[in-house]
């Protein structure tokens, strides 16, 4: 069996997660038992949320177990099965966590064999995975949006924001993104096709990134799909219709523990919003249907996904510290083959 | 035509709302058109909703309009009519302002004909009228009530607060209220039947008083209706189960201008919370159902809501200003006659 390296969560992190909270480790693959399969992983994702579970806290999932490997999902092909479900050279995604192999049980193991004739392995931890699926969620389960409708998404450049922006042009809404920096805002308007996008690093406060939606948004927002929280909801907040719906996803400004208060609670009622939060892996009924519009629409060509790739397992933890302060560019992983 | 006194609106509030923002006038009633009706006001409603409109800010209501009559709920008897669909002596509830009189357009003016056998007419603009109805609407339709979940109102021991915990029994909920000082708490536990009340002054803080609430609600808090804002709000979402919601009615913390941020807004995603607003009047299809139920607990004696009444049109702005500070205890009225 291969030697395995794999990178552990050492220590939890005081505020700002470091370089040094990791730690790589080479281990001995273990030999496959009956009904097992070892998946030589290709792609590594890195996601915002692995930041919240790298805390002790109290939250939906179970936190990072310390000196273990990091979990995430990843793509890569089976090297040796002793399973029917699988055979030798499947390409499969799964959830094998920061390491270059992993034994996976076939019937338990969430392995799932993918098509890569019309989208790249890559994809599917991006835009026709997980990612993916959250935008689709969010936009039609909770933001519920409509045909004249005008949906704003935060970090509209990564991997979840880009699919929000493609998946709600697909159902004739103006599609507004905020992203940080011109080449984001440049990305998202040119390549990804939304209407416009607001670069929040021009703004200081909440007040004048609302005022910048305002041109953006000419007859006001009625869904809003959040990702960072902090001042940037604060702003869309301001400019939100009544009977407006937000979809609450992520919230990266609080990740490392600084609060981010609601600034304008208020607004909820006067102007009748709904804000929902939503974890995608709970509505796993849903996930066939929103991959399959999402997979039709990367196959086309009709949306084009970015990646932010970073070479080799070791390069992981900086890769994903850089993620959480927006240093990527679309969906960030991790190339291992 | 008699002499009627009214009280107007005399300019906006500077922060706290104050009695010389208000204006006594008299005035000759006009006689009456083909349709109208004269309708002499036994009570005035006062509620925390008029501290919003006396602002010029945007908001779900066009702002009271200064130099006029301050708009509200009433209920009183037809002494004139120039219509066929009410008579002399018809006991009616509407929306007739801060005066002795208002002649009221029998089609258009809003006026509907109640029935004091059971009902006593002042309820008519609490348990059985428009705060009852707010009660309701929160309850079933946006937290959704369900038998063996808990429940928790603020202002507990006030119009809207008192149905919320009432119909939340007949649910088969534990209902817990949140309410200031131990007359109030115990009316709360022992008149209405709430499970148990917190007081929240006996709290410097949300997570203190998020600790008391933890005692009272051991299975966490499944629903919330908020009428309050502010740190109550804090703590009752630091205890809130996955998949809580929340109605948001009123924030009457933040009425005169304070800034009233949600500390804790990450926890709507952690513990996928639905937070909605709502204001009651727009579902006006639901009232004939809610004041039905209503109507009958009060009727039957299950429900024997406790009202503040204030002598003399000339004492309205001081009760409206003490309720705005707690100082009523129940459905805060003006009795005219």
Chains 1, 2 share one sequence.
Not at 161 to 173: M, N
Not at 198 to 224: F, T
Not at 313 to 321: Q, R, V
Request: glycine share 12%; with cysteine; aromatic share 8%.
């Amino acid at each position: 069996m291969p030697q395995n390296r794999q990178i552990f969560l050492e220590s939890r992190p005081q505020g700002e997660a470091r370089a040094d909270n990791f730690k790589l480790v080479t281990s001995e693959t273990p030999p496959l038992k009956d009904g097992e399969v070892l998946v030589r992983h290709h792609y590594l994702s890195l996601d915002p949320y692995m930041r919240g579970r790298m805390n002790d806290a109290k939250s939906y999932a179970a936190p990072q177990p310390l000196g273990q490997v990091m979990q995430g999902g990843t793509v890569g092909e089976v090297v040796e099965s002793r399973s029917a479900k699988f055979k030798p050279g499947d390409k499969v995604v799964g959830m094998g966590g920061w390491q270059e192999y992993a034994v996976v049980s076939a019937e338990q193991g969430g392995l799932r064999k993918v098509d890569t004739a019309q989208v790249p392995l890559s994809h599917y931890l991006g835009a026709v995975g997980m990612p993916g699926v959250t935008a689709w969620y969010g936009l039609t389960q909770i933001i519920q949006a409509r045909q004249g409708q005008t949906v704003v998404v935060s970090a509209a450049s990564g991997a979840v924001g880009s699919a929000v922006g493609v998946l709600a042009k697909q159902r004739g809404c103006r599609a507004v993104g905020i992203a940080g920096g011109p080449d984001k805002c440049g990305y998202v308007e040119k390549e990804l096709g939304f209407d416009a996008c607001v670069d929040y690093k021009q703004h200081a406060d909440a007040p004048s990134l609302a005022r910048a939606l305002k041109e953006a948004c000419p007859d006001g927002i009625d869904g809003y799909f959040e990702n960072v929280g902090g001042l940037v909801m604060d702003a869309v907040m301001l400019r939100m219709n009544a009977f407006g719906r937000v979809a609450l996803c992520g919230m990266i400004a609080g990740y490392d523990g600084k609060p981010i208060p609601m600034a304008y609670p208020q607004l909820i009622l006067t102007n009748r919003l709904l804000v929902q939060g939503f974890i995608v892996s709970e509505h796993m009924e849903l996930w066939p249907q929103a991959l399959q519009e999402l997979g039709t629409l990367v196959g086309s060509g009709k949306f084009r996904p970015r990646e932010s790739v970073a070479q080799g397992l070791e390069s992981a933890p900086e890769a994903f510290l850089g993620m959480l302060k927006g240093r990527n560019f679309g969906k960030q992983v991790v190339k291992l083959v």
